[in-house]
């Protein structure tokens, strides 16, 4: 499909001039098909170039231009470029209001974008509306077997499985798993998704054996459909990798986490947040689990460098710190560790703390955080921490 519209983009250029909005249409095309294929820097530069054209050419209420910022937003946000995909998500959700109505279902694609967005950034609240709202709309329009009603059925469970409301969560995905069994081929990468979000929902439940198998059969499903290093891996990788982790089976750990920052890196390239957040998880296995601290420190300090302070370090930025800071410390190295450690500490105290179980807990890192000050020969700084921590 790549040849065929590359070849009709330079078509319409060569007819058309670069200005057409054809030729924007074309370059938007191309883009979303760079985009599935996991080519998200090469599919940003093609999708602004779409927008221009099709602001210029058809004004900014044009359908075609919601439809150009909605896939445009949906790069950047795979780019990590959250507040300009939420705007865009935004834009072409009001172009798409204003001119087919609220119940369409191009309006719903644009709902379940930014409610994936907000549910991403922890916005439940905000997001589920927008989520829910996607449903019904689907559900309407299309019928109860479609497979976009899938979609947003997998959605809104993975909303309710992050805030631990797993029994709706699990409901939700059983249907959807349904949907896409009457519509797919057996090992497609959608029904791939369902075994994942199965998986997590076990895994929260504490059932474990059931939860590998579910991440297993999905993994293998991507592998015979997709390939090895595709990025559709990545969601069956990281469920897998930690629920490996939790039963203590370190090694195999390693391993799948070793494989997701390689997937990682392959799509995105090295420093996307997501390698960070893929190489905390390998550093925390190395240190925490394998006690082979001077990998670790490798892995950790590269995952640091991933969420500058002068960035938006966010979550990850902060648990790379404390990651680190703690593989620091299990070298007897307290002093080397306080640095660290107060940099997760400005990060947790300015995010306000976390709604997510697996997020870093502020009062954990108090603990960790005095530890050291105590290591360090600094009881009086240690207390007045934990002081402040009451």
Known sequence: AVPLEEAALAARRAALGDQHPDVGRSLNALGTLYNRAGRYQEAEPLQRQAVAILERSLGPASPDLAEARMQLGLTCFLLGKSDEAESLYRSALAIRESALGPDHPDVAAN???????????????????????????RESALGPDHFLVALSLDLLGDLYGREGRNAEAQALYLRS?????????????????????????????????????????????????????????????????????????????????????AVYEAAVGPSHQWVGEALNNLGWVLSDGLQRYPEAELVLRRAVAIFPMDGKPGFAGALARWSLANCLRDQHRAVDALPYYAEALEILENAGGSKRQDNPQLPDLIADYAKSLRAADRPADAATLESRGL
């Open 111 to 137: 709902l379940s974008h930014l409610g994936y967005l907000l549910n991403n950034q922890e916005r439940y609240q905000e997001a589920e509306p927008f989520l829910s709202r996607a449903l019904k709309i």
């Open 177 to 261: 798993l349904a949907i896409k069994r009457k519509v797919y081929a057996p090992d497609h990468p959608l029904i791939a998704e369902s075994h994942f979000a199965l998986g997590n929902v076990y895994a929260a439940q504490g059932k474990a054996e059931q939860a590998a198998q579910e991440l297993r059969t999905g993994l293998a499903m991507v592998e015979t459909s997709l390939g090895p290093t595709h990025i559709s891996l990545s969601r069956g990788l990281q469920s897998l990798g930690m629920l490996l982790a939790n039963q203590g089976q370190w090694q195999e750990a390693e391993g799948v986490f070793r494989r997701l920052v």
